[in-house]
């Protein structure tokens, strides 16, 4: 038989993989999308926002008919005491139209993303590993995979297999992670009753609210989120692996210490868990990109560690590198180069988009977050902005400018003295922006 | 050529419907729709018969258009047709209809491609949950009919004939029949394969063929669908749980454990002396 | 209950004008192999009483086989007034198409309004011939039976993995039928001294037209038998392994019982299907059933909920299976089941000493 031969083959039906596919297709390319679960977001997860305009610019309006769950009309962010918050928030009904950002499910998105391939054209080849790239010479020509005469020929491999990119590995690009390079990140979503959670949290008609949290993960350097869909929550927590190993904690002791906070535990009442999973998060950003391109190949998403950890930004990017592969192929597919000269046009392109330049400005944050900061940013500080506020809105007979003193006094004793404090501003100001 | 059919039907992941609390109607929204589990298994047992001896396997499904999925999900594994026979006039039959036009598609199917040898059906569906239909159609064609079967002992083109293992309650039976026959399988039989790749990216392609009630000459309207059901559902609950006033044991368990001991043996005392 | 306004006709109807006035009374067909009875035949005689008193209508049996006299006074003993008894030699293995063609020529001539099968391997298979041939409606695998004033059956049964339940009618044809699931209903208790008519019926079958052979039966020995059962003390995912089930194995001999496993256990491999209890293993209706580590699910809960006494031993307070439990120990199954052993044991001397 004929070796089965296509334009392209894309290895992970995430969002890079299925949006690279999508985009070769729509250009009339013969694409092999291959997914090894079952359906395209089996088995995948994330928190659970996705923002409007990268998927837009692939397929416009394509709010009107993705499985998306609510409108974020209200974004707090909640710094955890032992037993109580302080919470900041910004709700605007600008949000609401065109809506900025959603919450999703994977497993309902990436089927859908998956499927807009498959329209397009994309031949879907499911439930199949990658086992290895086939090789000529220096070139990458196919993929085997794990299936009978499992072997597939194409000029050019889109490696979009995620964060562990066994693929990208085996080209030896992507070093095996480092601990303080990767956060683990578990989830678990809590079915509620619709009326239930639009009354908890204050919102209708599919519109919803993001809770990022921090503090109480045992000042190990992390985030928690507590996402509202239509009729479930999304409640996760991400901590850095290196943390993890070094205080022996495991990763679901953050998140059921997280549940039993008092604020949380009023959220989550009488919810029953659906769902419960595991993922990894690449955090290394800046630093620890691969290259993104060679011989018959490129990498995209996470598998290239394209996630900005700072504003939970993974998705997103991870579709604008599928976009910019796909359409790196489709140029090289008229010239018939597919060589590291040909297909290094993607990598430029990526450094020419947001994700680079993002990822270059928040290129401190990764240590920043590593180091030994972490117990002072993560555990002290939060506790102590709890304390200084009990302080500050505690009437007991002391006078305001006293409570003020004092309420500084806790957070700077939390820094470790002023130089501490102004230390952590300047690395942190730097870290975003330096 | 040894033509064997495989009856198999699409049906939703049981195990992913919910019932709506309010309402007390089932949720079918969103559950996945599969392959009966059971008709794969007999998928396999015609392509390892197809594999020793030769021959064509061709599978059936009488469903809605979007069946076709579950053909093509048989023709990756090796079938080498798949006939979907679908019509709004099929729809709401129930075993005796169902049974009726699939055994008009078999004889069809043996018009065009020789009278099959071995029909294979899957001991029950999911959702119909009888096992009723397999019967019905060796009643209709008049074939031998061999029911529950764990195992394929051996087949014998020449001779015309297959010894089956049928499981039962107490124990199993080997059974010799001739062709043609009728087999219901049972999970324990064999592990359906998974497609090779080109037997996958051939199924990507692949258009079954589709009969609806005009590719008939000889069907008897009065017999399909609604209209040809004799059964027919006057409701459906949610069962209520039995209503048992449960005494919880508290305390040492010590003493829990002696008081239930003699409950328990009291129990048994009047059973025996009864 | 009667309709008020029945709905017009929907579904088949009979080719020709038939009355089936003359269609009376409830049959069942007993099931049996070396001269073993099928226990749910019994059952369903049971069950099948209640229905005939209620239509007024004679309560009858089919046995076939060979040499099957015995099995036929059985019947009586269990509540049928007339049986029917088709013995000849080419009929002592079941195979469908002569059993089929028997029964046939049977309902034909005797015209019962309702016929009953248990919803066995054989039960199935007879009665899906059977059906399709008359032909008339048949709903499978019941739990509840009832009849209405218009002599309607109601065969009730569940639906969608347990979830529900559905009522199925057969209005336009008679006779009426239904598989039965074993186990769901009660034998009358046994009476030789009742009494009741024998009547042979001659074979219609000429033995050329048999061409199935049975080659032989394989009796499983040592398969586990939770039918017959009176004690039960089964297991699930909480019991956490193979060395739970020998725990619990001690005190099914301490009782004299047997063990049970929810699908959790068997499908994690610690215990062997023929101990599964529930939708897809055995319906069983002991004595008593302890259920120590499982949680409740519907599909385990109706194989078993028939028990007369249930206890249950699970740690956490809101597992349904405690809510349809007699007795309900809120504890670890490590502490108590250890202890109830011992328990049972003293308060029973002469139980049987464990066979090792
Ligand atoms: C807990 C958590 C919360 C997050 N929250 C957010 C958020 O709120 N917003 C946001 O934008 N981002 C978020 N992210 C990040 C985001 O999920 C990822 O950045 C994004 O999914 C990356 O997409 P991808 O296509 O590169 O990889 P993936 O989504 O990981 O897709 C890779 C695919 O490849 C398949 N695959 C892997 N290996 C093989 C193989 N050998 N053969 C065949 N198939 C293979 C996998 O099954 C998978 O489907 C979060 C991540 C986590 C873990
Ligand atoms: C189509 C279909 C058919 C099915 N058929 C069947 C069937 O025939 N039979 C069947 O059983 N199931 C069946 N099921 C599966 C059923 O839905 C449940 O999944 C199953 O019954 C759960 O088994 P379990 O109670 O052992 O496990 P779980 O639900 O996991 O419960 C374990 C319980 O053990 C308790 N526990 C744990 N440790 C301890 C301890 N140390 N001491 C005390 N308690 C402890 C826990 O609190 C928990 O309640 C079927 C499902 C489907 C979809
Ligand atoms: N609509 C259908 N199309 C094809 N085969 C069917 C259909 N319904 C039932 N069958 C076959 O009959 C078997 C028993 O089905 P059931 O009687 O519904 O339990 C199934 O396993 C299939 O092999």
Known sequence: ????????????????????????????????????????????????????????????????????????????????????????????????????????????????????????????????????????????????????????????????????????????????????????????????????????????????????????????????????????????????????????????????????????????????????????????????????????????????????????EGTDLAMLSGRLAGETAVACHGTGDWTVGGLGAYTRAIRNSIIQRDLKKYRGLHGLLAGSQAETLFGQLPQALNDAVYEMLSVDGQSKQDKQKRAMALIREAAGGTAGLAGIGWRGWRAMNG | MLHMVVCIKQVPDSREIRIDPKTNTLIRQGVPAIVNP?????????????????????????????????????????????????????????????????????????????????????????????????????????????????????????????????????????????????????????????????????????????????????????????????????????????????EFLKGETGEVTSRLAQVLVERLQTVQGA | ????????????????????????????????????????????????????????????????????????????????????????????????????RVCLHIIREVKPEIVLFGATYTGRDLAGAIATHLPTGLTADCTQLDVDDNRLLLASRPAFSEKMVATILCKQFKPQMATVRPGVFEALPYDPRRMGEIIRVESPLDRESIRTEVLEFVEAVNRVNLEDAEVIVAGGRGVGGRAGFDLLAKLADALGGQVGASRAAVDLGWISHDHQVGQTGTTVRPKIYIAAGISGAVQHVVGMQNAELIVSINKDPNAPIHRIAHYAIVDDLFEVVPALIEAVQAARPSARVPVV
Not at chain 1, 13 to 21: D, I, N, R
């Open chain 3, 1 to 100: 209950m009667a309709e008020a306004k029945r709905k017009p006709a929907v579904g088949l109807q009979p080719e020709v004008d038939v009355d089936w006035s003359a269609y009376r009374g409830v049959m069942v067909v007993v099931e049996h192999r070396r001269d073993k009875v099928a226990k749910v035949s019994w059952q369903l005689l049971g069950e099948s009483r209640r229905l005939a008193d209620k239509l007024d209508a004679p309560l009858m049996a089919v046995v076939i086989g060979h040499e099957a006299e015995d099995i036929a006074r059985q019947a009586i003993g269990y509540g049928a007034e007339r049986v029917y008894l088709c013995d000849a030699p080419e009929l002592a293995d079941y195979r469908t198409r002569p059993y089929s």
């Open chain 1, 1 to 312: 038989m004929d070796k089965p031969r296509f334009d392209a083959i894309v290895v992970g039906a995430g969002p890079a993989g299925s949006v690279a596919a999508y985009t070769m297709a729509k250009q009339g390319l013969r694409v092999a999308l291959i997914e090894r679960g079952e359906f395209p977001g089996a088995k995948n997860v994330f928190g659970g926002v996705l923002y409007r305009k990268p998927l837009e610019d692939i397929i416009p309006e394509f709010w009107k008919e993705a499985p998306l769950e609510r409108r974020v009309v209200e974004q707090r962010l909640w710094v955890l005491g032992h037993d109580s918050v302080v919470g900041f928030s910004f709700r605007s009904a600008r949000f609401q139209d065109p809506p900025n950002a959603w919450t999703g499910q994977r497993a309902k998105f990436d089927a859908w993303l998956a499927g807009k391939a498959e329209q397009a054209g994309a031949t879907p080849i499911y439930e199949t590993t990658v086992t290895s790239l086939i090789r000529e010479g220096g070139r990458v020509v196919g993929v085997r995979t794990d299936r009978e005469d499992g072997d597939l020929y194409a000029p050019v491999t889109v490696i979009a297999d995620g964060v562990n990119s066994m693929l990208a590995k085996s080209l030896g690009v992507h070093r095996e992670w480092r601990p303080d390079q990767v956060s683990l990140a578990v989830k678990e979503v809590l079915a509620l009753p619709r009326g239930v959670i639009e009354e908890r949290f204050g919102v209708r008609d599919g519109d919803g609210v993001t809770i990022e949290l921090v503090g109480e993960t045992f000042g190990m350097a992390g985030l928690g989120f507590l996402y509202t869909n239509q009729d479930t929550l999304s409640l996760g927590v991400g901590v850095m692996v290196s943390d993890l190993r070094e205080k022996g904690v495991k990763p679901y002791q953050v998140l059921d210490h997280l549940k039993q906070h008092p604020e949380i535990r009023r959220l989550i009442e009488g919810a029953e868990t659906k769902e419960y999973a595991a993922h990894l998060i690449p955090e290394g950003g800046f630093d620890a990109m691969p290259p993104l391109a060679g011989d018959g190949w490129m990498v995209c998403g996470d598998a290239a560690q394209m996630v900005n950890a700072a504003h939970r």
């Open chain 2, 38 to 246: 059971y008709d794969l298994n007999g998928v396999e047992a015609a392509l390892q018969i197809k594999d020793q001896f030769g021959g064509r396997v061709t599978v059936l499904t009488m469903g809605p258009p979007s069946a076709d999925k579950a053909l093509r999900q048989c023709v990756a594994m090796g079938a080498d047709e798949g006939v979907l026979i679908s019509d709004r006039a099929f729809a709401g039959a129930d075993t005796l209809a169902t049974s009726y036009v699939l055994a008009k598609s078999i004889e069809k199917a043996g018009r065009l491609w020789g009278q099959p040898a071995i029909v294979f059906c899957g001991k029950q569906t999911l959702d119909g949950d009888t096992g009723q239909v397999g019967p019905g159609i060796a009643c209709r064609l008049d074939y031998e009919q061999l029911t529950y079967v764990e195992a394929i002992e051996s087949v014998d083109p020449d001779r015309g004939e297959v010894v089956v293992r049928r499981h039962l309650e107490d124990g199993v039976e080997r059974v010799r029949a001739p062709f043609p026959v009728l087999i219901t399988v049972l999970a324990e039989m064999n592990k359906p394969r998974r497609a090779s790749l080109p037997g996958l990216l051939h199924a990507q392609t692949y258009q079954p063929i589709v009969w609806s009630t005009a590719d008939f000459e000889d069907l008897d309207r009065s017999k399909i669908g609604l209209r040809g059901s004799p059964t027919v559902v006057s409701k459906t609950w949610v069962p209520e749980p039995r209503q048992v006033d449960t």
